[in-house]
Structure formats: structure tokens, C-alpha cells
């Protein structure tokens, strides 16, 4: 049950108010109540829970992150830990798979990039990067389902012949890829509801309607202010939790406290592949080069002449991507490609250019080729999508705040699903004042008053983000 905020069963007190409902507070209640015994947690949310960003992800997940440091590593494999720790306890009902991610390149110049990236994931904790070249072909294909006893670390095959063995449907350019194994995908619905569940048993109430005001007088949280369709409340409590998504920032500024993160807008497409373009057990494959659209040479004339789509002749960003949905019958593909990440305020609902689809099918017909039969006839497409908040060095923020008992978890940008384990049980370390893990202090946001690490933020490198 969810009391509408000014109803007569809305709660006036609690130990920890979280405002917001998506995977970000959902998994912080779920910790605080379930692992650490906080009972009387309220999550405030003026939607319906999951419904914002949450359920637009495409529910992907990787232990595969660059430096610097092997903090990013840690903190996804304990949130991988998690999942899989929900997984068994839950027999899987999350549909969690760790088919692997695949990332390809028909660019020789490339490999050694991509070699070094995999070095580098494997010494910062990924697990063991294992070279094939052919004298021996050990590799092992990832199982379609599950993910009991299947590999971890990186398989690299830098052989075009291995490549072809095992990926027959990739271009047949396909000079090299890189599969990274702790990594796939599951239900984040599926994830979402179980963590709220199991939270709502053990004592989190939600309350509908919107947070409009932290009161802290005095230097320190003392409670909120809801407003909802029955009217206002008040909630009086020592400790608030901002997970607000795409508003982070909005509700940082309710506490006077500034939040470093801005807004990119990403959009996914998925349709029935009813060519079957995509092998139904084909793990998440991503294309690491850039791409240069197939067009007809009318299609090109017609292109050249229209200012809104004549960047399409050019030259896309790397990174198109994308997989298998749904049970091994199902025919969905889903596919991603953000060329286009200029940072952007969040506005309801987010607009797509109506071209993404086509945009999709035609970059997925560089790295798959068997997407160029849909050229002549566009399957009809579901396209969603959201934001993705983040921080500059895309690192998320979980911890205190410079105000007395207020806490932040969010900037999950493209990756919140999966990280949503691991940031909240680190949160909810920080509000039970247990002893943290190693990695905390590169999610707290006092690290941007660290003279060394502004300096590392200019040199910083690449951000992880597909
Ligand atoms: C296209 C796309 C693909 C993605 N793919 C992946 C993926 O493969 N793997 C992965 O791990 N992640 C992925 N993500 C990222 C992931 O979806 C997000 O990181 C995650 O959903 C963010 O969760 P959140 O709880 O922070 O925000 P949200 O889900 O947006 O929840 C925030 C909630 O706060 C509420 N709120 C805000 N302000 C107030 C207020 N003042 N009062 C009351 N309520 C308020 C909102 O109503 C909302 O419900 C993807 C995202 C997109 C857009």
C-alpha cells in the first residue's frame, strides 16, 4: 500500500526519509531494512515506484571499468556479488545471465587498445585475461542462461579465423574481440520489485507525492515536506536520503548543497528480428569503431539536402550496440547507440528523434550485417529512453552530505541497474556507521574538495561509458 502524501495513514516520523523511488532508493531501503536493521525507513516518490529511469535501462550489467585505481571494479563486483546473491536466493527470478559482453573492431590498429583495456579491467579485479590465437582454441562459449560456474575475466581472440569459428554472424572484417565474462543481463523490474518487497516487509513505507522541502534547522535534517493530491505532510526525521534520478540536483539544492552532475539524454529501440538477424544466444556485442552509415546513393542526395539529417552522412561515434531480449523463443532485439550525448536538462518525457530507429538498425548492420535485410522494410520499433545523470569522471555519488544527517545516492548515469547493489549497501554502511569498504571514498562527494583528485579529474581518461 502506498499512503498519498496528507492521507490520514501517511507516517509523521521516520528514521531515514529517501526521496526517490527508483532502483537508486529502492536498493537503499532494501539495505538499510533487510541488511542492516534500519526499520522505519519512508521512500517518497511522486510517481509510481520504477517508473522514471528505471525501467528504460536496458538491464545490462559489466565488472569491466578502466582506472583510474580498481575502485570502480571493486564496487561493481560487490553490487555483482549482490545480484547474484538475490539471484539464488530468489531462484533466480531476476533472469540474471552472464552471457558476457563482446566487444568487437575490423580496425588491426585497434586490437592493441583493446588488449591493453583488458589488462587493465583484469589487474583492477575483473579476472584473468586469456589470449586465443589460434594453436590452441580453448575458448569457451558463454551458456545462454544462468550463470553458476560460467567464466569470469576476459577472453580475448585475436585471430579473424577464431573469430569467424565463434561469432560466424559478426562482419566477416572482424579482426579481433574482447569478450568480457562477469558481465550480462537480468529483469531490473524484476530486481526492483524484489528489493522493494522485501523492504516493505520488513517495515519501508512508501508515501506518494512530491518532496518539496528538507528542513534544517539548526545546521542538521530534522524532517520533510510532502505534497500530495490529499494535501501536505510533514515528516519529521534526523536522517534524508536524496536518490531523485534526473532531479538529483534539484533536490541537492532543497539542502543548499550544490551536486556536481549534470544530464545526457540516451534512448534504446527493440523490435521482433523476425529475420533473426541476432543469434537468440549472442551475448551483449558492441562495435569499437566508429561507423559511417549505409546509405543508397538517393538516400545520400536526399540526406545531403536536409539540415536536420545531413550529419547522418558523417562519420557516427564508436559504440553502437546491442543483444537478445527475452526467453530464447522470444524474437526481441534490443539496440542502443547514443551518438549524440550533449548533456541536457531532463524534460517529461524525453523526446527522440524519430530517425533513431533507422539510425539503429543501419550502425547494427555494421558490426551484424544481417540487420542491412531490414533496410528495404523498417520492422516497427518501441522506442524508450531517459537520462542518464552523472558526475564529469561518471563515477556515482554515495555518502554523506555537508549537511548533518543528509546522504545522496545517485549520478547512477548509464550503469545505476546494475551498481544499484553495491552503492546502496555502501550507503547504507555510511548510515549504520559500520566500517566502510576499501573503495568508499571514490563515491563520496567530499572527494572534489581533494586538491590530487581535482588534478586527476583533468588528466582522467576514459569515463567507461558505451
Ligand atoms: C536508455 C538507457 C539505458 C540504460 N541501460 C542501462 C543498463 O544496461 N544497465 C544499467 O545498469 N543501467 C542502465 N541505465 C541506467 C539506469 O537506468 C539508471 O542509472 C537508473 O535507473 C537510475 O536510477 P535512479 O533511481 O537514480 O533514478 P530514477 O529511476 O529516475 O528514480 C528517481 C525517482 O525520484 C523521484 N523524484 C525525483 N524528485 C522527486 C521529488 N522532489 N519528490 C518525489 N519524488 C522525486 C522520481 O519521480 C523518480 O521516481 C540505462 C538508462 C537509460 C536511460
Known sequence: MTAPAGSRTAPRTAEVVICGAGIAGVAAAYHLTVRRGIRDVVIVD????????????????RNWWPGPGDAMVALMN????????????????????????????????????????????????AGALRIHSGARDDYQPAAAGGFEGAPTGVDAIVEPALVR?????????????????????????????WLLERAREKGARLVEGRLERVDTSGGRVRGVTVSGRDGALS????????????????????????LPVFSERHAKASF????????????????????????????????????????????????????????????????????????????????VDDAYPEILVRGMSRPIPAFAGYFSRLPRCAVDGGYYTKTRENRLLSGPLPVEGAYVIGALSGYGMMSSNGAADLLADHIAGRPLPRYAPAFGLDRYADPAYLDLLDRWGDSGQL
Open 78 to 125: 560487490r553490487s555483482i556479488d549482490l545480484l547474484e546473491e538475490i539471484a539464488r536466493e530468489s531462484d533466480n527470478a531476476i533472469r540474471l545471465n552472464r552471457r558476457g559482453y563482446l566487444f568487437a573492431t575490423a580496425e588491426p590498429e585497434r586490437v592493441p587498445r583493446l588488449l591493453q583495456a583488458a589488462r587493465d579491467a583484469a589487474e583492477h579485479g
Open 165 to 193: 569459428r565463434h561469432f560466424p554472424y559478426l562482419a566477416a572484417d572482424t579482426v579481433a574481440v574482447v569478450h568480457a565474462r562477469r558481465c550480462g543481463w537480468f529483469s531490473g523490474q524484476q530486481l526492483g520489485m
Open 272 to 351: 521482433n528480428d523476425d529475420l533473426g538477424a541476432m543469434p537468440r544466444s549472442a551475448p551483449l556485442v558492441i562495435w569499437t569503431d566508429a561507423v559511417r552509415l549505409p546509405w543508397s546513393a538517393e538516400e545520400r542526395a536526399e540526406l545531403a539536402g536536409s539540415p536536420e539529417h545531413r550529419h547522418l552522412l558523417d562519420e557516427l561515434p564508436a559504440g553502437v550496440h546491442g543483444r537478445p531480449e527475452g526467453p530464447l523463443d522470444s524474437p526481441v532485439v534490443l539496440l542502443i547507440w547514443t551518438y549524440d550525448a550533449a548533456p541536457t536538462e531532463p524534460v517529461f518525457p524525453i523526446q
Open 235 to 258: 515528516i519529521s526525521t534526523p536522517r534524508f536520503v536524496n536518490a531523485a534520478g534526473p532531479f538529483l540536483g534539484r533536490v541537492g539544492r532543497l539542502l543548499d548543497v550544490e
Open 46 to 61: 511522486e510517481r509510481p515506484p520504477l517508473t522514471l529511469t528505471s525501467d528504460k535501462s536496458a538491464e545490462c550489467y
